[in-house]
């Protein structure tokens, strides 16, 4: 098995699940490699980098690994799909964040997590993505176009509202009064989008939702549409430009802009364990079910 990994941080909350992965993949004779920048990463806080030198590094992935591993929280598997892109790689996330909704193992579940995994006791959940083209062009968006939780559009250096005019396939939707819209998958339902009063909506739905961030127009309410529709986006405001962001990746563009998005012509491919799933994860991360009458 040949298998990657990848972090954004090293510290104390990191290094016990650190350590304790690469003993495992040591000790199982597994082929590892780690990323450039992780790996000097810890070279350069700990020693322990150290006694893992049968280890080599990656700047990029090709479609010879077997399985990625992401140590952090949720938003260190949003960067891991920059790698991964349309590659097929299954990815499994350490949580070593706080909530933790696609990275679910714990740090005292390393070596049991990934013995199953390599005797073949999982599932894989595939999850849309959402991509992105803008008119004009922006070569910020256009290097890595695509969206794994959302898409938002939001005001830039102003405390003024900003008009995001919308068009689904084509037809005239709305202009929201407000300080952006999110577009969402299914997978991002539980990150921004539910902060701002969108739907949780389960993985494997072939939807998107549309949700404002803070509108001015009170009638406005989240908006789910099927993943087949094509969302068209043109911002307007006080300021000459605004922002739009890629799940963590952000870029300026010009007020005017044509943003379009759609579901994108790939999927990424989540590892669930068997002890795990979509309805166990929000009882245990959003407390559901919580209620001294059950």
């Not at 993949?25 to 322990?48: P, Q, R, V």
């Not at 911002?235 to 579901?263: F, M, P, Q, W, Y």
């Amino acid at each position: 098995m040949k298998v990657a990994v990848f972090g954004r941080f090293y510290n104390k909350t990191t290094s016990a699940s650190v350590l304790a992965l690469f003993n495992y993949l040591l000790k199982n004779n597994i082929e590892a490699y780690i990323e450039t920048e992780f790996y000097n990463l810890i070279k350069n806080n700990s020693t322990i980098i150290k006694d893992f030198e049968s280890f080599k590094t990656f700047d990029a992935l090709n479609d010879s690994f077997d399985l990625f591993v992401s140590v952090g929280g949720d938003g260190t598997i949003l960067r891991a799909i920059t790698f991964v892109k349309n590659i097929d790689i299954p990815i499994i996330g350490i949580n070593t964040g706080r909530l933790g909704f696609l990275a679910t193992i714990q740090d005292n579940e390393i070596e049991t997590a990934m013995q199953d995994i390599i005797d073949g006791k999982y599932r894989i959940s595939e999850r849309s993505l959402l991509s992105v083209e803008t008119l004009p062009k922006n070569d910020t968006i256009a290097s890595l176009n695509f969206a794994l939780n959302e898409v938002a559009v939001s005001r830039k250096n102003t405390t003024s509202m900003i008009t995001v005019e919308t068009y689904l396939d084509g037809e005239y939707l709305t202009s929201y009064w407000s300080d952006g819209l999110i577009v969402s998958t299914p997978t991002g339902s539980t990150g921004y989008s539910l902060s701002c009063g969108g739907p949780v909506i389960t993985p494997g739905a072939k939807n998107f939702v549309l949700t404002p961030i803070a509108p001015h127009n009170l009638g406005a309410r989240p908006l789910i549409i099927p993943d087949s529709t094509e969302i068209q986006l043109k911002v307007d405001g006080r300021e000459e430009n605004h922002l739009v962001s890629l799940d963590s990746r952000i870029a300026t563009l010009d007020n005017g802009t044509l943003i379009t998005i759609k579901k994108a012509d790939f999927k990424i491919k989540m590892i669930d364990l068997l002890n795990e799933s979509f309805f166990v994860t929000l009882r245990k991360k959003l407390l559901w079910g919580e209620d001294k009458r059950n």
